[in-house]
């Protein structure tokens, strides 16, 4: 099985490097395009085995899956590129561009294709990962049309191995934008107003960050290994009367839920 990422900037790399390291692909399965001579350099770097082309042609024509890694306002100039070179019934199309629909690429996809709707039908599957894609750890959006249940267990499969694969409904990928992508960075934010704080308590910045970053993993460590909601381990670090339900009740003072909240729906 072999897969062409069009597009292997930032995020098409990130994917590309992480399959490499995974168990579902070899890096000679994996073809990277790239415009640029530098980019292309740079993907070869990062490992030997990876085909590298600036022919978005070819390498779609040679895949079983096709990531579309770029822009969004690139994708229907790439597609209408590369459409003489798909084939509907052995490709899978895959699209990172955010905001970009299912209708959207179903119709670049099938324009002027000369085939009947019902023999020309393409399986698409939009994702949407986020920046710790680079390191395997990304919570990554799948939605999926025209797809039958072994091809959506198989891209779930490729993209769990770059961290954690959720099949959702299209109309919650802009919701999970803003939870999962955006979310990356009002975590980053916490942490980074935690480290100030633990600086103000006394603490070495550097200190301070390696204190925060491992209480958030902790965190997350608990939440993942006891299958428990956030409110039950609170619940275990606030005795009545204790620091840690004032500290609690004074964030709450001044809006933390809410403006978490606020955050994220202004983000969709």
């Known amino acids: 099985?072999?897969?062409?990422?069009?597009?292997?900037?930032?995020?098409?790399?990130?994917?590309?490097n992480g399959l490499a390291k995974g168990d579902m692909f070899k890096a000679s399965d994996i073809?990277?395009?790239?415009?640029?001579?530098?980019?292309?350099?740079?993907?070869?770097?990062?490992n030997a085995g990876f085909q590298v082309t600036?022919?978005?042609?070819?390498?779609?024509?040679?895949?079983?899956?096709?990531?579309?890694?770029?822009?969004?306002?690139?994708?229907?100039e790439i597609i209408e590129e590369i459409r003489p070179s798909l084939n509907f019934d052995k490709q899978m199309i895959v699209s990172v561009a955010a905001g970009i629909t299912f209708d959207q690429l179903n119709s670049f996809l099938t324009k002027n294709s000369g085939f009947d709707e019902c023999l020309a039908t393409p399986v698409i599957f939009r994702i949407m990962p986020?920046?710790?894609?680079?390191?395997?750890?990304?919570?990554?959006?799948?939605?999926?049309?025209?797809?039958?249940?072994?091809?959506?267990?198989?891209?779930?499969?490729?993209?769990?191995?770059?961290?954690?694969?959720?099949?959702?409904?299209e109309r919650l990928m802009t919701a999970g934008t803003a939870l999962a992508s955006s979310g990356i960075a009002f975590a980053l934010r916490y942490i980074r107003a935690a480290i100030e704080g633990g600086v103000e308590l006394g603490f070495y910045p550097k200190q301070a960050q390696e204190i925060v970053v491992h209480t958030v993993k902790g965190a997350v460590d608990l939440l993942l290994e006891n299958k428990s909601n956030p409110?039950?381990?609170?619940?275990?670090?606030?005795?009545?009367?204790?620091?840690?339900?004032?500290?609690?009740?004074?964030?709450?003072?001044?809006?933390?839920?809410?403006?978490?909240?606020?955050?994220?729906?202004?983000?969709?």
């Open 1 to 16: 099985m072999k897969i062409a990422i069009i597009g292997a900037g930032n995020i098409g790399s990130a994917i590309a």
């Open 31 to 46: 073809i990277c395009t790239a415009q640029s001579v530098e980019t292309l350099e740079r993907i070869q770097k990062m």
């Open 54 to 76: 600036h022919d978005n042609k070819m390498a779609s024509k040679e895949a079983d899956i096709i990531v579309i890694a770029v822009k969004p306002w690139r994708v229907e």
């Open 130 to 169: 986020n920046t710790a894609i680079e390191v395997m750890s990304s919570m990554t959006f799948v939605a999926a049309r025209n797809a039958s249940t072994e091809q959506t267990d198989l891209i779930i499969r490729i993209f769990n191995e770059l961290g954690n694969a959720m099949l959702v409904e």
């Open 231 to 268: 409110e039950m381990e609170i619940d275990k670090v606030t005795t009545p009367g204790g620091i840690t339900i004032k500290g609690l009740n004074e964030m709450e003072l001044s809006g933390f839920t809410s403006a978490v909240i606020r955050g994220l729906k202004a983000s969709k």
